[in-house]
């Protein structure tokens, strides 16, 4: 699925937007573990993983702990520093060779009053993105390490390509816990 297929399942564009939006979006090549944006940043772009897998990462008591993946036609985003312009304390890098669609915000912000359409759709995928985050906090305070698993597996194949300390970090246990639930999975 292209990006604009998967965009339109959203919320559909006229013509117009769809050209403007074209026009802000650019596609980037990344290699197996390249940061695509470096901690301590501002959040100025918004990404959308065209093929591959990114993570969103920081760093705890030197530990380097995985916050959340995004897959094909995902958004990924440091909204906490996109709105409120300040650094932020995560990153986001490739976890495997990846294209990575980019759009500058700023670009993207001067089409919401042109374009209400888009508008819309950026409000929906927002809104989208904080439905998951919220799902993500209550699946840790209400599911087993066991069942966060699970449910990470029915997201997408690409789980196999993850190395283990990101999706341990990810379910927050140890990578012997996981190796255990692994083995029971299966």
Partial sequence: MDIFSFLESIH?????ARVALQNIINVNSYKKN??????????KTIYFVKDGCARIFYYKDGNDITEHFAFENELIVRAESLFTGKPTSKGIQAIDKSTILSIDSESLFQLYNQYH?????????????YVNTVK???????MSAKERYAELL???D?????PLKYIATYLGITQVSLSRIRADVK
């Fill in 12 to 16: 559909k564009v006229s013509d117009q």
């Fill in 34 to 43: 390249e940061i695509v944006q470096d901690i301590g940043s501002r959040c």
């Fill in 117 to 129: 359409d888009i508008e819309r759709l950026f409000r929906l995928l927002f809104e989208k993105e």
């Fill in 136 to 142: 993500r906090i209550e699946n840790l305070q209400f």
């Fill in 154 to 156: 029915k997201t997408t």
């Fill in 158 to 162: 690409y789980v196999q390509k993850i």
